[in-house]
């Protein structure tokens, strides 16, 4: 641990409420939908339109406001009237509207961090929207550099470690994805910890357990200034 230069932190559901926003979005549009097909094959047809559409808009709530659009034409067969289009956009000015709930140990654990270590952002979804929230969240002074990735893949790290000037043995990531947080970091020679969500999206889901020698997984951030200060 001597040797990590670079911290970095997920945002969604790592430094503040996310995904439970999108599961009462969710939820609404069920309600919404509910005249043409049960909960469950609403939410199946919604998850399979996102997925299908990931390499068109990637991650992000505008993604998200035209995947529930499309989803509904398709679970009506193109005959949902514009009212319900008319919803679903306000359903997704709402969720760009969200507030900003930090979680908890989140700021403590930065200002333990800061000074000792160079913090970064490293984060998926939709440029504007991040800036936004990181913005309100008024951690922004805490970081000295802000990566709105397109993707979390192993490529995509080592393409940040480069603009970092460090090695990935110098890299150290927080985040609560083990898909998209700490196995890629893993896997190209860098430290990573998960501090689980209570609610984490499908896509981001593994069905194995991770050992590694770099990687530990804490209930609360503030665990790990233990593990590094």
């Known amino acids: 641990m001597k040797n990590i230069k670079v911290i970095a932190f997920d945002a969604d559901d790592t430094l503040f409420i996310n995904e439970t926003y999108f599961d009462e979005t969710e939820k609404k549009f069920c309600g919404l939908m509910q005249d043409y097909l049960s909960k469950q094959g609403i939410s199946q047809e919604l998850f399979k339109v996102e997925i299908d559409n990931l390499k068109l808009y990637g991650y992000g ?3 998200y406001i035209l995947s529930m659009i499309e989803a509904a034409m398709t679970i009506s067969n193109n005959t949902i009237p514009i009212e319900i289009v008319e919803k679903i956009i306000q ?3 709402e969720l760009l ?3 900003i709930v930090l979680l908890d140990g989140v700021e403590e654990t930065l200002d333990g961090l800061f000074g000792k270590y160079k913090l970064v952002v490293a984060t998926k979804g939709d440029l504007l929207d991040q800036r936004r929230k990181l913005h309100n969240s ?3 002074h805490y970081f000295h550099h802000i990566e709105v990735m397109s993707d979390k893949q192993e490529k995509d790290y080592v393409d940040l470690i480069k603009r970092l000037e460090i090695k990935p043995s110098e890299f150290f990531m927080i985040g609560n994805s083990l898909k998209s947080d700490v196995l890629p970091v893993l896997a ?3 430290h990573a910890v998960h501090i689980p969500f209570h609610t984490t999206w499908a896509h981001e889901k593994i069905d194995h357990k991770v050992v590694h020698e770099n990687f530990s997984t804490h209930e609360n951030i503030i665990e790990v200034l233990k593990k590094l200060v």
Request: charged fraction near 20%; aromatic fraction near 6%.
């Open 61 to 63: 709530i505008k993604g």
């Open 91 to 93: 359903f997704g000015k």
């Open 97 to 99: 509207q969200k507030p």
């Open 138 to 140: 008024g951690l922004g």
């Open 188 to 190: 190209i020679g860098g």
